[in-house]
């Protein structure tokens, strides 16, 4: 019988509104004393001894995920400006490699065949722009967080990541003939940099001591270290991140500011780039939008998303050189429509919205010659087309598009069933043009499988829709089979159906697999997520179990075959509700979980703390919150009865979610419930785990082959 590490206590007392918590385990905070890390290392061999029996139908698993991958591939070819540009993937290599190809003629927009010659030597005139395997070498860990070619194709500005803690080093070379390096090395930036339109200049980000992008800078290009680079904006406030971006018709330089619930937007014409940034419209609490440039009989407007007054948001236009001036609304608020973007070229406009759960994607053309308001109404009202898709579940999304002329728009699609498919919609004509669908290579018959939406209903009554998918030869609806329950849940992020290679190593085995479309998410508009955050927040914990129990009530499954998966704030439900209602659930994967929320949400040095207060609340300064926080914390309510098998998965280098909360979750459900508690930390990785497609793809493996165990499912070919 293996015993598992046993962690000292050593208690700290946190005291907030005469409430005293006793933490034993604080002591684990410190990443750099040895007596943390050592434990570490016991949590992963205890770990690795107690799923010693996996290693087998993990090495299948793997070898079935790189079996069904084309691991020599290349993506669509994207145009910008005279050139192609693309991502190889070569066998046997962990990373991508980022190139591009000349364009045939001014007027050639449609991509070049990828055919097996251009999979494996890339295409005619090739130049490789970034191998991120050679600079990947040397390093246990890699990531690539800016990427950017100056607008006359001759630059090319990286930066990299190779600790996990997603502070990015900014480098730049030339793609002339020469191929010279540039003296310029920016450490510390946050992803997202890029040149603006003269390519003579360089705009970044960098963040404070919480890791929060907080200033913008300028710098010029050749410049090396020791040159003082300009400060552009600074945000003092603590809840708003902030970034950079340049208008696809290159006219404006964006500086956003954003926390949770407010947003503001600042222009600087990119004629200028030394000149003094404008705001577009003041920041109002609780009233978030984005902008759109877009060009309307000759002049120049902004296409303005935003939930003044608006819940789901409405759709206005207003003068680029006077936004606070007269509106003019375009799309009016519509209660069943969550309006969630826009974008415009020279020709069209496009728009994507959620309706009935499902994301939407429409298309308008600008009008030749039309007025200014005239066309913008004409083209907003009367030749509104949305792209049908037959699925009754999929779902659709713009992708790329960074030409302002193109007459393509260019879509990612996928489902279920579906692998993930890029398709050019001709706004001329309205026809749909597969570009690539995914390769799934082996036997893979999309027809085997079925997907589908239930309902569940909440105590209160509200309605949780819930998607299975999952094999027709192998799951009988209303025969109970072994089920994997996914959710998140939290910042109005939406779980939409989308194809998955490892997960065919689940379905072939006879799982279902189902998302639970809790509140706290986006799915159902604004307010379906407004009735999941701070003082609702428990509504998407009894969401899930609800959905779990509809699964079990309607045959699809019983709880001694049914595990709950999640991640990040995810991974909050999931601890929530292995305290909630640890009988329903045979176990319970949480991956990077955010299990003491409590602790971190009062510690506002901690990255993205202050920022959070508009996602959970402020238990710093507010009563109410606090004891509402510490009423559902998983840490904190972990309690002596039976819970399910656990397996916590976490990254020592996370600035997202700190390795410390899963470290002292398992430590106290083995102390306080004598809880079959795992966990696994990867001691060179980030928030999104290992990097590199190999490695992620063995840590999938782990989980998959875990959750197999828990469920019961009988490995494949065993």
Request: with cysteine.
């Amino acid at each position: 019988m293996l015993t598992p590490p046993t962690a000292p206590k050593h208690p700290v007392a946190r005291a907030h509104h005469g409430d005293v918590y006793v933490d034993d385990y604080e002591w684990m905070r410190e990443k750099d004393d040895p007596a943390v890390i050592a434990h570490l290392h016991e949590e992963n061999a205890y770990t690795n001894a107690r799923t010693e029996h996996l290693a087998l139908l993990r090495e299948q698993i793997f070898d079935e995920i790189k079996a069904r991958t084309r691991e020599t591939d290349l993506s669509v070819p994207t145009r910008e400006g005279e050139w192609w540009y693309y991502t190889r993937t070569v066998e046997g290599k962990q990373y991508g490699i980022h190139c591009r190809a000349p364009i045939a003629a001014p007027d050639d927009w449609t991509p070049p065949s990828l055919d097996e010659q251009a999979q494996r030597e890339g295409l005619p005139g090739e130049q490789v722009l970034l191998d991120d395997n050679a600079e990947a070498e040397g390093h246990e860990f890699y990531a690539l967080g800016s990427f950017d070619v100056s607008a006359d194709g001759t630059r090319l500005l990286y930066a990299v990541d190779t600790e996990g803690d997603e502070r990015y080093t900014l480098r730049v070379r030339s793609l002339t003939d020469d191929g010279a390096v540039f003296p310029d090395e920016i450490a510390g930036t946050a992803s997202g940099a890029l040149f603006d339109q003269t390519g003579e200049y360089i705009f970044y980000t960098t963040v404070d001591e919480s890791w929060r992008p907080d200033t913008v800078w300028r710098h010029r290009v050749g410049d090396g270290p020791g040159t003082a680079d300009a400060q552009v904006f600074h945000e003092p406030d603590e809840r708003y991140w902030i970034g950079v971006g340049l208008t696809r018709s290159r006219r404006y330089l964006v500086i956003e500011a954003g926390s949770n619930v407010t947003s503001e937007s600042r222009l600087l014409r990119s004629d200028d780039p030394t000149g003094e940034f404008r705001v577009v419209w003041p920041r109002k609490e609780g009233v978030e939008y984005d902008i759109e440039h877009v060009v309307v009989g000759g002049r120049d407007r902004l296409l303005i998303v935003h939930n003044d007054g608006a819940v789901n948001f409405e759709l206005v236009s207003v003068a680029a050189d006077d936004p606070e001036g007269p509106r003019r609304t375009l799309l009016p608020h519509d209660p069943a429509v969550r309006l969630e973007g826009v974008d415009a070229f020279r020709d069209f406009v496009a728009l994507e919205y959620r309706r009935e759960g499902m994301t939407r994607v429409a298309v308008a053309r600008l009008p030749e010659g039309a007025a200014a308001e005239g066309g913008a109404g004409a083209a907003a009202d009367d030749t509104l087309h949305e792209l049908p898709f037959e699925e009754e579940l999929f779902t659709v999304g713009l992708r790329g598009n960074p030409e302002w002329e193109q007459p393509y728009l260019r879509l990612g699609y996928g489902s279920f069933v579906t692998p993930s498919s890029v398709y050019d919609y001709d706004v001329r004509t309205g026809e749909l043009h597969l570009r690539k669908q995914q390769p799934v290579l082996g036997e893979f018959d999309p027809e085997l499988f079925a997907q589908r939406r239930e309902w569940a209903v909440a105590s209160d009554g509200t309605r949780i829709p819930v998607s299975l998918v999952y094999r027709r030869d192998l799951v009988t609806p209303g025969e109970p089979a072994p089920l994997v329950l996914y959710g998140y849940g939290s910042y109005e992020a939406s779980m939409d159906p989308s194809f998955s290679i490892p997960r065919l190593s689940l379905l072939d085995r006879g799982v279902v697999f189902a998302i639970a479309h809790v509140r706290g998410g986006g799915e159902l508009g604004r307010l379906w997520y407004e009735h999941g955050k701070k003082l609702h927040k428990k509504n998407t914990f009894t969401d899930f179990v609800a959905a779990a129990r509809h699964l079990v009530d309607q045959g699809w499954t019983s709880p001694d075959r049914l595990a709950a998966q999640g991640g990040s704030a995810g991974g909050l439900l999931m601890g929530a509700v292995a305290n909630l209602a640890p009988r329903t659930f045979a176990g319970v994967l949480a991956e990077v979980p955010f299990v003491d929320p409590l602790t971190s949400i009062l510690d506002p040095s901690l990255p993205l703390t202050v920022i959070e207060w508009d996602e959970w609340g402020d238990p710093l300064h507010d009563e109410d919150v606090y004891f509402y926080m510490k009423s559902y914390s998983p840490l904190e309510n972990v309690h002596p009865h039976p819970y399910p098998r656990i397996l916590a998965i976490t990254s020592l280098n996370d600035t997202r979610v700190l390795y410390v909360e899963p470290a002292k979750w398992v430590a106290k459900l083995r102390d306080v419930a004598q809880a079959d508690a795992l966990l696994k930390i990867e001691m060179a990785a980030g928030h999104g785990g290992v990097s590199g497609r190999y490695a992620a793809w063995r840590e999938r493996a782990f989980a998959l082959a875990w959750l197999l165990d828990v469920v019961g499912a009988h490995p494949s070919g065993e």
